[in-house]
């Protein structure tokens, strides 16, 4: 008889099923995982550390670079914080400004966890289908930023600027690919502002989600790589440290804009989907059920944000820039403005704690200031880390095929854990 | 979970700051309340034996960590530019570039954690002072395995030590990295760099070549007119 002993599998890091840089060290017996080891920090930038040597505005841009897929909810997290170390409020309408591009932002994440989550798992249209919503979605970050990923437009004391009134439209040039035609109807639901583009969004994604659904719901294939895969009871899952969707697949009904509001959540009508058996296709669920929630907020900011205009950042010119068009006339505005980019602001002393509920889950920023213009640190709470800790406890039993499908579940970005 | 819907947030504040009194001033806690959080710091000793209470008493039920991290507090309240002899000068003669830090000064080290408890709807941030030549402290793995990685990055960037924990590894900086990179004392631009050397066929680290610079100094404006209630009433600072 042979001899049979276990052998150690490398997986990644530059694996595309990898999700980045995941660097899987495995432990098997034939085909079933003994053991997963995951080696991270092949993405570490030490976001914290250089947050430490900059002024508090100049760190926003790199949390966009945190979770890349995310990137407003964690500027929220930020800005959030730091709103909270000065003791200011933001206006009303930044604040469901705020709500409707977290949704947005949200559907941006579920469709890219979506779309690679099943081409993982074999399903090549869905990938293709969720790219295309995500193309609207990040045309109305360019509208409002100018970036189509990394915005920097949440600013301490609100957003950057107010919803643009007329929605960027696709040029009609001399064109080797497309007609006029073409671009004609691509410019049909560009016609009006920002805020009628997205409303038009919100009519027609409900059934863009029945197209996934048909696709996968009741899908065999999918079925069989996600039913009982990576299953977590309610109790282990509080253990690890789960939080968002990871959390509330395997039946813990908790969500931070419904428990703790921020922004404008708590006047606005939406449900918490929960799961049951805490496996991957109950985290399926969940996500694909989160993205008809976030389309009914969105739709409810968009009728509030039509009717009601206003100031979209505090009046308070050492927290924020003042007005061009004041600065050509006024001494103080133009010395305020200097003092703002040259110095920034200095917040009292004292330390906070700010999260909101990212696509992920629980995305939390500490923030300590000892008084200066930079902070003394800034630790960033990562969803996707403790997620991403619990691999081992996961995979374990699971055959190879497996571990891809338990990592398109927990929805890894490495931009968030590496930090 | 329904009663939580009818208390607000003071009341839950409230009857937790009550319930840490009670049960921690024996042994030696401190509580401080700010901004509407509230931070139990812990002397090094009970520091697990602490977690176990949080987690299991009923007055606390906190089932969940969420974030652990260390902190160097190194430097803290130093600033590089001392604004007021500056304001006739300029930065160039006002500031100093780069912070004096004392590497040996007491309670620098500090492992904050951060307590979330599902039931009673209240977050709870704990700290403890460590020893600043060998900063070591009970793991809290076995409380909540949550901490597991979070005690191994605490390890990594900052050298902190966590004693029963089970496997403590270095996990973000590289492989062989040497040094704690998150400690005050350690350069933002790091050590070494690392470049693919044609002759040996292999990657080879080298000293950095690149310069620490300061683009904007560190300050502190101390004074009325930086605290919330007073900031807008306050005229332009010193321009």
């Given at each position: 008889?042979?001899?049979?002993?276990?052998?150690?599998?490398?997986?990644?890091?530059?694996?595309?099923?990898?999700?980045?840089?995941?660097?899987?060290?495995?432990?098997?017996?034939?085909?079933?995982?003994?053991?997963?080891?995951?080696?991270?920090?092949?993405?570490?930038?030490?976001?914290?550390?250089?947050?430490?040597?900059?002024?508090?505005?100049?760190?926003?841009?790199?949390?966009?670079?945190?979770?890349?897929?995310?990137?407003?909810?964690?500027?929220?997290?930020?800005?959030?914080?730091?709103?909270?170390?000065?003791?200011?409020?933001?206006?009303?309408?930044?604040?469901?400004?705020?709500?409707?591009?977290?949704?947005?932002?949200?559907?941006?994440?579920?469709?890219?966890?979506?779309?690679?989550?099943?081409?993982?798992?074999?399903?090549?249209?869905?990938?293709?289908?969720?790219?295309?919503?995500?193309?609207?979605?990040?045309?109305?970050?360019?509208?409002?930023?100018?970036?189509?990923?990394?915005?920097?437009?949440?600013?301490?004391?609100?957003?950057?600027?107010?919803?643009?009134?007329?929605?960027?439209?696709?040029?009609?040039?001399?064109?080797?690919?497309?007609?006029?035609?073409?671009?004609?109807?691509?410019?049909?639901?560009?016609?009006?502002?920002?805020?009628?583009?997205?409303?038009?969004?919100?009519?027609?994604?409900?059934?863009?989600?029945?197209?996934?659904?048909?696709?996968?719901?009741?899908?065999?294939?999918?079925?069989?790589?996600?039913?009982?895969?990576?299953?977590?009871?309610?109790?282990?899952?509080?253990?690890?440290?789960?939080?968002?969707?990871?959390?509330?697949?395997?039946?813990?009904?908790?969500?931070?804009?419904?428990?703790?509001?921020?922004?404008?959540?708590?006047?606005?009508?939406?449900?918490?989907?929960?799961?049951?058996?805490?496996?991957?296709?109950?985290?399926?669920?969940?996500?694909?059920?989160?993205?008809?929630?976030?389309?009914?907020?969105?739709?409810?900011?968009?009728?509030?944000?039509?009717?009601?205009?206003?100031?979209?950042?505090?009046d308070?010119h050492?927290?924020?820039p003042p007005r061009r068009a004041t600065m050509k006339n006024d001494m103080e505005a133009l010395i305020h403005h200097?003092?703002?980019?040259?110095?920034?602001?200095?917040?009292?002393?004292?330390?906070?704690?700010?999260?909101?509920?990212?696509?992920?889950?629980?995305?939390?920023?500490?923030?300590?200031?000892?008084?200066?213009?930079?902070?003394?640190?800034?630790?960033?709470?990562?969803?996707?880390?403790?997620?991403?800790?619990?691999?081992?406890?996961?995979?374990?039993?699971?055959?190879?095929?497996?571990?891809?499908?338990?990592?398109?579940?927990?929805?890894?970005?490495?931009?968030?854990?590496?930090? | 979970?329904?009663?939580?819907?009818?208390?607000?947030?003071?009341?839950?504040?409230?009857?937790?700051?009550?319930?840490?009194?009670?049960?921690?001033?024996?042994?030696?806690?401190?509580?401080?309340?700010?901004?509407?959080?509230?931070?139990?710091?812990?002397?090094?000793?009970?520091?697990?034996?602490?977690?176990?209470?949080?987690?299991?008493?009923?007055?606390?039920?906190?089932?969940?960590?969420?974030?652990?991290?260390?902190?160097?507090?190194?430097?803290?309240?130093?600033?590089?530019?001392?604004?007021?002899?500056?304001?006739?000068?300029?930065?160039?003669?006002?500031?100093?570039?780069?912070?004096?830090?004392?590497?040996?000064?007491?309670?620098?080290?500090?492992?904050?954690?951060?307590?979330?408890?599902?039931?009673?709807?209240?977050?709870?941030?704990?700290?403890?002072?460590?020893?600043?030549?060998?900063?070591?402290?009970?793991?809290?793995?076995?409380?909540?395995?949550?901490?597991?990685?979070?005690?191994?990055?605490?390890?990594?960037?900052?050298?902190?030590?966590?004693?029963?924990?089970?496997?403590?590894?270095?996990?973000?900086?590289?492989?062989?990295?040497?040094?704690?990179?998150?400690?005050?004392?350690?350069?933002?631009?790091?050590?070494?760099?690392?470049?693919?050397?044609?002759?040996?066929?292999?990657?080879?680290?080298?000293?950095?070549?690149?310069?620490?610079?300061?683009?904007?100094?560190?300050?502190?404006?101390?004074?009325?007119?930086?605290?919330?209630?007073?900031?807008?009433?306050?005229?332009?600072?010193?321009?």
């Open positions: 008889m042979p001899e049979i002993r276990n052998y150690t599998l490398n997986f990644g890091p530059q694996h595309p099923a990898a999700h980045g840089v995941l660097r899987l060290v495995l432990e098997m017996d034939g085909e079933v995982i003994q053991r997963a080891d995951p080696h991270i920090g092949l993405l570490h930038r030490a976001t914290e550390k250089l947050a430490e040597s900059k002024p508090y505005n100049q760190s926003i841009g790199y949390m966009d670079r945190l979770d890349y897929v995310s990137m407003m909810c964690n500027e929220h997290a930020y800005v959030m914080a730091i709103e909270k170390l000065l003791g200011i409020e933001p206006p009303i309408r930044a604040r469901y400004i705020r709500t409707m591009f977290d949704e947005i932002t949200r559907i941006l994440n579920h469709m890219m966890w979506l779309g690679t989550h099943a081409l993982d798992v074999g399903a090549m249209t869905v990938f293709l289908y969720c790219f295309r919503e995500r193309e609207d979605l990040m045309d109305c970050y360019e509208a409002v930023s100018g970036a189509r990923m990394h915005a920097t437009y949440y600013r301490p004391g609100g957003v950057y600027r107010d919803l643009p009134d007329k929605m960027p439209e696709y040029e009609v040039k001399d064109s080797k690919w497309h007609s006029a035609d073409e671009i004609a109807r691509r410019n049909e639901n560009r016609k009006g502002s920002l805020l009628d583009f997205i409303e038009d969004f919100t009519r027609r994604f409900p059934g863009y989600i029945d197209e996934y659904e048909t696709l996968l719901t009741d899908n065999r294939i999918w079925k069989q790589r996600t039913v009982g895969i990576g299953a977590v009871s309610p109790e282990r899952a509080m253990q690890l440290g789960f939080t968002g969707p990871m959390l509330r697949g395997s039946g813990v009904a908790w969500d931070l804009r419904k428990k703790q509001p921020y922004a404008a959540y708590d006047e606005v009508d939406f449900d918490i989907p929960v799961g049951v058996n805490g496996d991957s296709y109950d985290r399926y669920l969940v996500r694909v059920e989160e993205l008809r929630q976030s389309n009914r907020i969105i739709k409810q900011c968009v009728d509030w944000l039509r009717a009601n205009p206003g100031p979209v950042m505090i308070d050492k927290i924020a200097f003092k703002l980019f040259t110095e920034g602001y200095c917040p009292p002393p004292g330390e906070v704690y700010a999260a909101v509920e990212a696509p992920k889950g629980e995305f939390g920023c500490y923030l300590i200031s000892d008084g200066a213009n930079k902070p003394f640190r800034l630790k960033l709470r990562a969803p996707g880390f403790p997620h991403l800790a619990a691999m081992d406890e996961m995979v374990k039993g699971h055959m190879l095929a497996d571990v891809v499908a338990v990592i398109g579940t927990m929805d890894i970005v490495f931009g968030e854990i590496d930090r | 979970m329904s009663e939580n819907e009818q208390t607000t947030p003071e009341q839950r504040l409230d009857a937790l700051t009550h319930a840490v009194q009670e049960r921690f001033a024996d042994k030696g806690g401190e509580l401080h309340q700010d901004r509407g959080e509230v931070t139990l710091e812990l002397p090094r000793e009970v520091w697990r034996e602490a977690a176990f209470i949080l987690r299991d008493d009923e007055a606390f039920g906190f089932e969940e960590l969420t974030d652990l991290c260390g902190v160097d507090y190194a430097g803290y309240g130093q600033a590089e530019w001392a604004t007021e002899a500056a304001s006739s000068g300029g930065f160039s003669r006002g500031a100093e570039r780069g912070l004096e830090i004392d590497p040996h000064q007491p309670r620098r080290f500090a492992v904050v954690v951060h307590l979330l408890s599902f039931s009673k709807n209240v977050r709870l941030r704990l700290r403890t002072f460590l020893d600043t030549g060998f900063p070591v402290v009970d793991s809290l793995v076995e409380v909540w395995n949550a901490a597991n990685w979070f005690e191994r990055e605490a390890f990594d960037l900052f050298g902190i030590m966590f004693d029963g924990h089970p496997d403590l590894r270095r996990i973000l900086t590289d492989y062989g990295f040497i040094g704690h990179p998150f400690r005050k004392d350690f350069p933002l631009v790091g050590e070494v760099e690392m470049r693919y050397d044609p002759e040996k066929g292999r990657v080879v680290y080298e000293p950095v070549a690149t310069q620490p610079r300061t683009l904007v100094p560190r300050v502190i404006r101390s004074g009325k007119s930086y605290t919330p209630e007073t900031i807008e009433k306050t005229e332009a600072p010193d321009a």
